[in-house]
């Protein structure tokens, strides 16, 4: 029994764990989002695309880590200068969008962006439409769109635009979203950060870098 048990256990972790990676590969290559990433390596190792049970499918946190190993392997010779690059660009955009509360998100602000990664901005405002005023006062196209609310509360607006030629990607909030999200996770990270936070995050890296080359 004891065996049997041991047995499924380790199939599954086993099977999460490839699917982790294969979800991770995908994300660092193609720059797709978690959800259709954990889809497709679901439907590349199981052949389905309907998505196995709980403890067979790995969370964001375990394919972040399966992320950023996979850049530090196949791509540690590029992938700290294009982050470097977005972060930087992020820095200039969040101050251009300082009237509506712009917080940072997703891989440019966790560290995983890579060739194809739009910079991803969540803004706190009453109201879209001052937003989408703004960019056409500024002489920016744009589309409209929608992405999933961080909430659990279904889908926000989302607006895309080229920014130095780099795609941006701005969700539009109520500013009481705001309340508990800038909390940190069981890891001691936040999900997103503003551009006094970005510039901090930017700083340290430079220091861990200098530090890294002079070893």
Known sequence: ??????????????????????????????????????????????????????ELLPDNGEIEEEVRE?????????????????????????????PFDPYLTGPVWTGTAGEHTDIAIQCFTDSSKDVEIFLLNAGVEYEVGERPDFRGRGTVEALYFMRDKEGVMVCIYPPEALRGALRANSDGRTDRGNAQALKRLLAATEVAANQKGEE
């Open 1 to 54: 029994m004891f065996r049997s048990v041991f047995r499924e256990v380790h199939v599954y972790r086993s099977l999460r764990e490839e699917i982790a990676v294969a979800a991770a590969r995908m994300i660092a290559e193609d720059g797709i989002d978690y959800s259709t990433a954990k889809r497709k390596a679901v439907k590349q190792l199981l052949g389905t695309s309907a998505l196995p049970r709980g």
């Open 70 to 98: 996979y850049q530090a392997l196949f791509m540690g010779e590029t992938q700290p200068a294009r982050l470097r690059h977005l972060r930087e660009l992020a820095v200039k955009v969040l101050a251009w969008l300082a």
